[in-house]
């Protein structure tokens, strides 16, 4: 008899735990689904659009949105009753914001785009109009692109100045080229306002730019922008190195490369992609 009890107790014992564990992680999954559904809405979300946009039951996700809305997380306003991000959400995404470090984040993504383009990789960021860079990772060539932390790059004369000026409005670089002008490098650098124009065209259709020995002979570079949570210009990731090995045929390679690193680490920082840069580049 004691025994069939304890076999009993046993059987019964792992199965509430489980399930009680299990659910709530469900429900943490569930919850933090609906945040990330209406962080990426524009506007407020009905109760049922959004439980369809989460494949949850409407009523299911009403009780998520109840807990929510309880912890400041999410907010119901309006005649419709539409659902938005609350103010607890704003302040633990502030934080994140606030503590982020571009250095220390972009560094493993730099690492990485070195290793796989086998050239070095640099990051820089705009000051006030002229790019510095920030950080670089060197390759293992014995001929190398070397550029000195802190040191400063023409924006309409390098990769990643070009890179920063199409990512912003036509009428902030139209500010800028009025302050700095164009002065000439190389017999490549461009110098005038309509080559920068068809340039910055060319940049935001392809998503990357090209220095094409423009800042110093017989050097190239392929680079593109890192955007921060409003859609603006954080920084630039670049690939440089001699023409010698960024020939013709590498160069839609190695740009495609050089954005996809560009995106993931505005992802990384939380960032957002400019949708009007790519209407531009369209």
């Not at 010698?244 to 957002?272: H, N, P, Q, W």
């Amino acid at each position: 008899m004691e025994n069939a009890v304890s076999k009993k107790k046993r059987g019964r014992t792992p199965g509430p735990v489980a399930d009680s564990g299990t659910g709530q992680v469900q429900s943490l999954a569930r919850g933090l689904g609906i945040l990330e559904r209406l962080a990426g809405a524009e506007s407020g979300v009905a109760l049922t659009d959004l439980a369809q946009r989460v494949g949850l039951s409407p009523s299911t996700t009403h009780r998520l949105l109840g807990t929510l809305e309880k912890m400041g997380f999410v907010h119901q306003a309006g005649d419709l009753g539409l659902w938005s991000i609350g103010v607890k959400a704003f302040i633990v995404g502030s934080a994140f914001v606030e503590n982020r470090d571009l250095i220390a984040i972009a560094h493993p993504f730099l690492r990485h785009l070195m290793e796989k383009s086998g050239e070095t990789t640099n990051l820089a960021i705009l000051d006030t109009s002229e790019a510095v860079f920030l950080d670089q990772v060197q390759c293992h060539e014995m001929m190398r692109m070397l550029a000195r932390l802190g040191s400063r790059a023409p924006l309409h004369a390098s990769g990643v100045g070009k890179a920063l000026l199409a990512a912003m409005a036509d009428a902030e670089v139209a500010e800028i080229l009025h302050k700095r002008g164009l002065s000439r490098l190389t017999v490549n650098t461009i110098d005038t306002p309509e080559k920068l124009r068809m340039a910055l065209r060319d940049i935001r259709r392809l998503g990357y730019a090209y220095d094409d020995e423009e800042h110093a002979l017989g050097l190239r570079c392929l680079a593109a922008p890192v955007y921060n949570e409003h859609s603006e210009p954080l920084a630039a990731v670049s690939i440089a190195g001699p023409k010698s090995r960024i020939s013709d045929d590498r160069v839609a390679e190695l740009g495609a490369i050089v954005a996809r690193t560009a995106r993931d680490i505005t992802d990384a920082m939380g960032g957002r992609e400019s949708t009007q840069i790519r209407a531009w580049g369209a």
